[in-house]
Antibody
């Protein structure tokens, strides 16, 4: 079955960077974008950006420009999210998610499945 | 970016009663060329990722109980749970995919 499995919980100090992985299985990794979404405590879902695993092209939300880097390794069907210069308000659960439609099928951008989530704690 | 505003922020409903959650977008998410509303609904329970319930504003995802329904068009949308069950306690989100993806702030649904 289609599945996204993320790396485990992280604890980081303010100013550090964190890198979260998302391993895909059950489908052709390069056929679908991977998106990243986070949920901070007491907050709603926040879209961070997406990567085209085929080309490596990325689109980042304006709120994260300059601090976020999304990459992928097609040999192991894994996408990565790296967030730098961490602040206390970056403490959140980070999710990867796959849209319903393939890259060529524009507009089918509802998400299923999602990864299980990676909690990131930022504390000195 | 399109701003999605849900109401209410929280809601308490008795078991077996109807629950209604509203979602309003700052601009229309109806794409005129295909007459589809680019709007999805998700359910999130503690410690779990969001679960897709509805897409195209009113199309129920396979396996989702038929007590869940979505309606609306343009800028105003509604998620209705016709007869609340205990397992429906969760936070519900709307999401637009017409433009840069944005979510509503969430509505917490509890049992009265």
């Amino acid at each position: 079955q289609v599945q996204l499995v993320q790396s485990g919980a992280e604890v980081k100090k303010p100013g550090a960077s964190v890198k979260v992985s998302c391993k895909a299985s059950g489908y052709t990794f390069t056929d679908y974008y991977i998106h990243w979404v986070r949920r901070a405590p007491g907050q709603g879902l926040e879209w961070m950006g997406r990567i085209n695993p085929n080309s490596g092209a990325t689109n980042y939300a304006q709120n994260f420009q300059g601090r976020v880097t999304m990459t992928r390794d097609t040999s192991i069907s894994t996408a990565y999210l790296e967030l730098s210069s961490l602040r206390s308000d970056d403490a959140a659960v980070y999710f990867c998610a796959r849209p319903s439609g393939v890259i060529a099928a524009t507009g089918h951008n509802w998400f299923d499945p999602w990864g299980q989530g990676t909690p990131v704690t930022v504390s000195s | 970016d399109i701003v999605m505003t849900q109401s209410p922020d929280s809601l308490a409903v008795s078991l077996g009663e109807r629950a209604t959650i509203n979602c309003k977008s700052s601009q229309s998410v109806l794409y005129s060329s295909n007459n589809k509303n680019y709007l999805a609904w998700y359910q999130q329970k503690p410690g779990q990722p969001p679960k897709l319930l509805i897409y195209w504003a009113s199309t129920r995802e396979s396996g989702v109980p038929d007590r869940f329904s979505g309606s609306g068009s343009g800028t105003d949308f509604t998620l209705t749970i016709s007869s609340l069950q205990a397992e429906d306690v969760a936070v519900y989100y709307c999401q637009q995919y017409y433009g840069i993806i944005t979510f509503g702030q969430g509505t917490r649904l509890e049992i009265k």
